[in-house]
């Protein structure tokens, strides 16, 4: 990997807190499409409130409907709950937001939202949450400290 593309991935990790395989597969494939996709969802994602009619709560439950409806990007699930309720969402607006994208993207959307909802209780995930204290109200004893895991729990 280039020094050009290290420092792309670096940029991502010190906004996101971490990076994902396709970050990884477009610095090796070409740095600049780590670079104009790093710039891009970094301004679309995190950008200044100035002149937003979105403020970060509401992107990132918006980003959590879209997640569950495109059926499969747990790791995105994950990460937009999480970042909602930092920037002063409730889990009953995570968990709305989920259910909402069930009306068009069909209900098996939802239960896969659903599963990372439990495996957040229990304090398991893909996604490393530094820094992110809350989660979802566990049931019983108290909840495990969250563990990044490599694959998710089969229902």
Same mark, same amino acid.
Request: net charge positive; no cysteine.
């Given at each position: 990997?280039?020094?050009?593309? %290290?420092?792309?991935?670096? +940029?991502?990790?010190?906004?996101?807190?971490?990076?994902?395989?396709?970050?990884?597969?477009?610095?090796?494939?070409?740095?600049?499409?780590? +670079?104009?996709?790093?710039?891009?969802? =970094?301004?679309?994602?995190?950008?200044? $409130?100035?002149?937003?009619?979105?403020?970060? +709560?509401?992107?990132?439950?918006?980003?959590?409907?879209?997640?569950?409806?495109?059926?499969?990007?747990?790791?995105?699930?994950?990460?937009? =709950?999480?970042?909602?309720? %930092?920037? $002063?969402?409730?889990? %009953?607006?995570?968990?709305?937001?989920?259910?909402?994208?069930? /009306?068009?993207?069909?209900?098996?959307?939802?239960?896969?939202?659903?599963?990372?909802?439990?495996? /957040?209780?229990? $304090?398991?995930?893909?996604? #490393?949450?530094?820094?992110?204290?809350?989660? #979802?109200?566990?049931? $019983?004893?108290?909840?495990?400290?969250?563990?990044?895991? +490599?694959?998710?729990?089969?229902?």
């Amino acid at each position: 990997m280039t020094p050009e593309a %290290q420092a792309e991935l670096d +940029k991502i990790r010190a906004v996101r807190g971490y990076t994902l395989p396709l970050h990884e597969v477009m610095a090796e494939a070409n740095p600049e499409f780590i +670079k104009r996709y790093g710039e891009l969802a =970094s301004f679309v994602i995190f950008g200044p $409130g100035e002149g937003r009619a979105l403020d970060l +709560k509401t992107r990132f439950l918006v980003m959590v409907g879209i997640t569950t409806a495109v059926k499969g990007d747990r790791e995105g699930i994950e990460w937009a =709950s999480m970042r909602a309720v %930092q920037n $002063g969402a409730t889990w %009953q607006e995570v968990y709305e937001a989920a259910f909402l994208a069930g /009306l068009p993207a069909g209900f098996p959307a939802f239960e896969a939202a659903a599963r990372v909802f439990q495996d /957040l209780k229990e $304090g398991v995930g893909l996604v #490393p949450q530094k820094g992110i204290k809350s989660k #979802p109200a566990a049931s $019983g004893h108290g909840a495990k400290k969250a563990t990044p895991r +490599k694959t998710p729990k089969k229902a």
